[in-house]
């Protein structure tokens, strides 16, 4: 019997083998893009948990609030570890990572430039699992100056010999030897190092308020984190109260009645990734939002591909009436008929997922690249994703069939023989409301993608109080060491070079500025300190990047003084309560030693700019004269750039045998929001297929009403009615339906993209043409989609319809 089913259900099929393809090809649209979606949402779901004890892992970070400020760090003390697992024996192990920026990586005869290097507690490998390759995780790092390396990073400095033993310079770090070989961190892992130095080569700080690490914490089975967090202002009090009393003079009770306070938290591994935006984050995270919005999609691009299926499964119902009349005059119970026709949509569903799958296949590339991920076709064509998918495919052939299955079974014999199959068809108000819900999502989605674009549009012309454009980076001038200043010279020198500056920061991409603790120089220990971002930038720093000066002066090399001056933005004034900040003392609050607490004249106040991402509102910021300089800002004119970038390249390679690299101003910029960047492009494209797959569900219910209607429309055309009027007569309807999903829409697209708009300080305001242009648009396409129809049913020979009565 199941043969026989699966027979006439694939010849059904073959003799309408249009009909068959709009519906699986509307179908798999919605699978493979659903597939696509979940393997993303998989992906950033399971970060981190390739750690064994991964639910026992937690990050220690630091939360309060200073001179009104927050703080939320992710960053913590230098003794926090220690101290915790000293004290509470729930504490199975700590374990700390700390990083120094770039190294220039050298063996005998190649060096690198190396952006991943940590340096590790000697348990690292034990508290997380990333596996060992060669060597005893419990001691490779154990000794100072050993190093832990990468299978990626053996084979580009050794190719295929072993490294055991041999040793790497790292910077002014020294050489390295090294004791251990470990597999590359999966993609999946909020931190991604390539090289593993031993903590006993570096010195730590020892102070609960100093500079420290990431210390994360591996609990003992069955202790609850909830009882290490309510011991958390009990560790603070007894740590960080006396270096409160030794730094400001005060008692821990007399600092918490300031309304300050400092408090520690205990992070879980597996919501580093999605749930954590702190200071000090090891690489850009991602954002749950995110997931659930994508989740969403998939759910709704899905559903509509469902309705899809069971509307043009129903157009097709009138053909198929004198069949299953036939069939119960035969014999057939209405069982049989639901069995046979739930085969048809399983058999359809199935061919349907392998299309997908083609589909899937076909994109992903594509897909890995506006994603920022590296899914392989193993992501996809592997047992579990398969067995997933053909369990899917059961359940949705199951319930998209089933309606139609039960719809199609009910018809009464004598009516359907007679022609006359109106009483089984009182349901339209159910496909109307289907496409309905169709067009609500489409619309949504529509709205969602303008808004997007709009304020990606309002991200990129925002005046943003500095020049980003024609301003060339070039990176780690660090590693010139005294010769940047030589190097610096040369530069100035050619003709296609405005101006360059040396700075420590710069206000785009991965360069952060400090923060500090600042308090005018009269306030007393009472008064809390504020904490600013600091950079510290040389004289050519503001021309450079055309930073406008609002009172007072630039640094420069003709005041000696400048050593102990200071520049401020106008929320530094604004923060103070200045007047006229000019000639103002501040003094800083540092971390005990003497180059931390000095005071320094404010000589000039710039105009507010962007030195942080648009989500964020303007805080106040001080720049030092002098300091490190990591980076080197050019400004510069791009005729005959090509040539430009061959000379600063021969004048670098001149000073030094590190890697020459560069980038832009405003592509550091860019990447900023890469992330939004990613989300409007995915916007756009789901948009799209959720229009398509809901026009093609237009298409079938325009379809099944045509065919309703025949006789109607016959009867009209021979009272007289013209061509025209029974196009609009037919299309009318569809477009009510349009309508209605515009009306529900609205509210709903408005609520959704303000709430996302809300994690931006500066964004636009949505304005009303953009619910009348999703609209029109979803009022076009719809037409466009349903004039085949009525065009062709308005065509139609009025004997031929009329034949029959």
């Not at 913590?76 to 000293?86: I, M």
């Not at 940590?118 to 490998?125: G, V």
Request: aromatic letters at 12%; hydrophobic letters at 45%.
């Amino acid at each position: 019997m199941l043969k026989n089913y699966f027979k006439i259900a694939w010849r059904t099929l073959w003799n309408k083998k249009a009909f068959a393809a709009i519906n699986i090809f509307g179908l798999a649209i919605g699978l493979a893009t659903c597939m696509l979606i979940l393997l993303y949402v998989q992906h950033e779901l399971n970060y981190d948990r390739y750690n064994v004890n991964a639910d026992r892992i937690f990050r220690i970070t630091m939360h309060g609030k200073i001179g009104g400020n927050d703080i939320n760090i992710a960053i913590a003390p230098a003794p926090a570890g220690p101290s915790v697992a000293r004290d509470y024996p729930g504490v199975e192990a700590f374990t700390r990572t700390t990083t120094e920026g770039t190294f220039l990586v050298k063996n005998d005869h190649e060096h690198f430039k190396e952006e991943h290097v940590a340096f590790a507690d000697s348990n690292f490998f034990q508290v997380f699992s990333i596996p060992v390759i060669k060597g005893n995780p419990a001691t490779i790092l154990k000794e100072p100056n050993t190093l832990v390396i990468s299978e990626s990073v053996a084979q580009k400095y050794f190719g295929k010999a072993d490294p055991i033993g041999k040793s790497l310079t790292l910077g002014s770090r020294g050489l390295f030897r090294i004791t251990g070989i470990c597999e590359n961190v999966p993609s999946s892992s909020h931190f991604h190092y390539d090289f593993f130095g031993s903590m006993s080569s570096i010195k730590l700080g020892d102070k609960w308020l100093s500079s420290g690490a990431q210390t994360y914490l591996l609990l003992r089975k069955d202790y609850p984190v909830e009882k290490l967090t309510a011991q958390g202002p009990a560790i603070v009090k007894k740590y960080i109260g006396p270096e409160i009393m030794e730094f400001l003079g005060m008692t821990y009770e007399e600092y918490l009645k300031k309304g300050d306070r400092f408090g520690l938290q205990f992070q879980p591994l597996t919501d580093i990734h999605l749930k954590s935006n702190l200071e000090g984050e090891l690489e850009p995270n991602g954002s749950v939002k995110y997931v659930y919005i994508f989740s969403a999609i998939a759910a709704f691009i899905l559903l509509i591909a469902c309705i899809n299926f069971m509307n043009l499964s129903t157009a097709g119902s009138a053909s198929r009436a004198k069949e299953v009349g036939i069939r119960k005059v035969l014999g057939s119970v209405q069982q049989q008929l639901i069995r046979q026709f739930l085969t048809e949509s399983i058999l359809l569903t199935l061919l349907a997922l392998l299309v997908a799958f083609a589909l899937v296949v076909i994109v992903l590339p594509s897909f890995n690249e506006l994603a920022g991920k590296q899914f392989d076709l193993q992501s996809i064509l592997n047992v579990k994703m398969i067995s997933l998918a053909l369990a899917g495919c059961l359940v949705v052939g199951l319930l998209t069939g089933s309606y139609p299955a039960f719809f199609l079974s009910s018809f009464k014999p004598i009516l359907v023989l007679k022609g006359r199959i109106q009483s089984g068809m009182r349901s339209g108000w159910l496909r109307n409301s289907l496409v309905t819900i169709q067009f609500v999502v489409s619309i949504g989605m529509i709205i969602g993608t303008i808004v997007v674009f709009q304020q990606l549009r309002f991200i990129q012309n925002k005046k943003l109080g500095f020049h980003k454009e024609q301003v060339l980076i070039l990176q780690d001038t660090h590693l010139l060491g005294d010769k940047s200043k030589t190097f610096k010279e040369q530069l100035t020198k050619l003709s296609q070079v405005v101006n360059v500056s040396l700075a420590g920061y710069l206000p785009a991409g991965n360069s952060n500025s400090s923060t500090d603790g600042y308090l005018p120089e009269s306030a007393d220990n009472t008064v809390s300190p504020y904490r600013f971002s600091t950079y510290y930038i040389d004289d050519n720093y503001l021309p450079t990047l055309g930073i406008k000066i609002a009172a007072g002066r630039n640094f420069s090399k003709s005041f000696a003084s400048d050593s102990a001056a200071v520049l401020v933005n106008e929320a530094t004034v604004k923060q103070f309560g200045w007047k006229n900040a000019i000639g103002q003392r501040i003094r800083t609050i540092g971390n005990g030693s003497p180059e931390s607490k000095r005071t320094y004249t404010v000589v000039g106040v710039t105009r507010n700019f962007h030195f942080k991402s648009l989500h964020e509102h303007i805080a106040p910021l001080v720049m030092m004269y002098g300091g490190d300089h990591y980076q080197m800002a050019l400004r510069i004119r791009t005729d005959n750039f090509p040539g430009l970038i061959k000379s600063i390249e021969k004048t670098w390679k001149s000073e030094t045998d590190s890697p020459f690299s560069y980038s832009f101003l405003n592509e550091r910029f860019d990447k900023m929001y890469q992330s939004e960047q990613r989300v409007g492009k995915l916007f756009g494209i789901f948009a799209s297929l959720a229009v398509v797959i809901a026009c093609l569900g237009l298409f079938g219910l325009a379809a099944f009403t045509t065919i309703q209607r025949t006789k109607e429309i016959g009867v009209r055309k021979v009272l007289g009615a013209s061509v025209m009027s029974i196009v609009a007569l037919l299309s009318g309807d569809f477009l009510r339906i349009v309508v209605v999903a515009i009306v529900i829409a609205t509210p709903l697209a408005w609520y959704g993209m303000n709430q996302w708009l809300a994690d931006f300080a500066y964004k636009i305001d949505i304005q009303w043409w953009v619910f009348v242009l999703a609209g029109v648009l979803a009022v076009g396409i719809a037409l466009l989609t349903v004039s085949f129809q009525s065009v062709k049913a308005a065509l139609v020979n009025p004997v031929k319809s009329l034949k029959s009565e």
